[in-house]
């Protein structure tokens, strides 16, 4: 088990196409996975004191997610992304444009350094801007893991490598397969990362260490999905927790083996299986994720919302 903090970004989805509400956001997203996975797992980040921000804390409070540090901003609205057909096509968009994320982020004092400082991984993300709040974390032992989604190009990789030593990327669908590896392999060969993931949907995932390249092709792909919502973040739940966790042990070999019994090449073939099969895992997380409804279920209908809270959705 390890401990894995996930500072960023809460929203609710709202379907107008389905009727539903459904509680997310990325940094939810990979809380609520690593829990099910039988990790600790706490979110920081803004969330608004409406009823959708509840909604979204109640969704947390039934997997044990840890909420001590999130701030419940006063009067503030908590960020809405919509799904809504228009002239036959289902188009995605953001309704108040990151809501308290954006207007009333997170700002780290001392005590927060230190809470992050037991926990053994950060997840962090692009569209939570917090960028520099995460220098804060910079050098204090504990590396992070930072989520471009489609975000990503040099300027930003740039930027993130100040304080990250993982990055993840969703590839873009305007590069060509080769661009994107390239964009891939610029973050670990140029800017020092430790590693550089990218997941391609139903084509898998890519994993670059300036090494080698690992691919993992996605389990059972064929058969259909219920929703696809956080396929990506549960993805890359498993496959962090599960490689952070093979890391931990691989400590605890190391400094209970005498003299030099391990070889570098020893830890290497450790390392290149653990990375193997912690990609195993994020299928199996995925996979999983793709039989439920929303992200990772706890949704609400249009009607139950108005029962409940008085407020209509049409």
Not at 55 to 80: A, C, H, P, Y
Not at 204 to 230: L, M, Q, R, S
Request: proline share 1%; charged share 25%; with cysteine.
């Amino acid at each position: 088990m390890i401990r894995i903090a996930c500072f960023g970004e809460s929203c609710v989805d709202i379907n107008y196409i389905d009727g539903m509400i459904m509680p997310g956001g990325n940094s939810v997203n990979v809380a609520v996975y690593s829990s099910m996975l039988g990790h600790e797992a706490a979110y920081i980040g803004s969330v608004g004191d409406d009823e959708f921000g509840k909604l979204v804390m109640d969704s947390m409070d039934k997997f044990g997610i840890d909420q001590s540090r999130i701030k419940v901003v006063k009067n503030g609205e908590t960020e809405r992304c919509c799904c809504k057909l228009i002239n036959g096509d289902r188009v995605l968009s953001m309704e108040n444009h990151g809501g308290v994320l954006y207007t009333d982020p997170v700002v780290l004092d001392e005590k927060d350094i230190e809470y992050f400082k037991s926990f053994d991984i950060i997840h962090a993300n692009y569209w939570a801007y917090l960028d520099k709040e995460l220098l804060k974390l910079k050098g204090i032992g504990v590396p992070i893991i930072y989520d471009f989604s489609q975000a990503g190009d040099e300027e930003k990789i740039a930027v993130a490598s100040e304080f990250s030593s993982y990055m993840l990327f969703s590839a873009k669908k305007e590069l060509t397969k080769e661009e994107n590896h390239e964009m891939m392999r610029m973050a670990v060969d140029k800017y020092h990362m430790q590693m550089s993931i990218m997941t391609f949907g139903t084509e898998g995932a890519y994993i670059y260490d300036g090494v080698k390249t690992y691919y993992k092709e996605p389990y059972n792909a064929e058969n259909n999905a219920v929703d696809t919502t956080g396929c990506g973040d549960s993805w890359i739940s498993g496959f962090i927790t599960e490689y952070t966790e093979c890391m931990k042990r691989l400590i605890i070999h190391r400094e209970t083996t005498y003299g030099d019994f391990l070889t570098e090449a020893n830890i290497s073939d450790y390392r290149e299986h653990a990375i193997e099969f912690a990609m195993c895992v994020g299928n199996m997380r995925a996979r999983a994720t793709t039989q439920i409804k929303g992200a990772f279920g706890c949704g609400m209908s249009f009607s139950e919302f108005y029962e409940k809270t008085g407020i209509r959705l049409q």
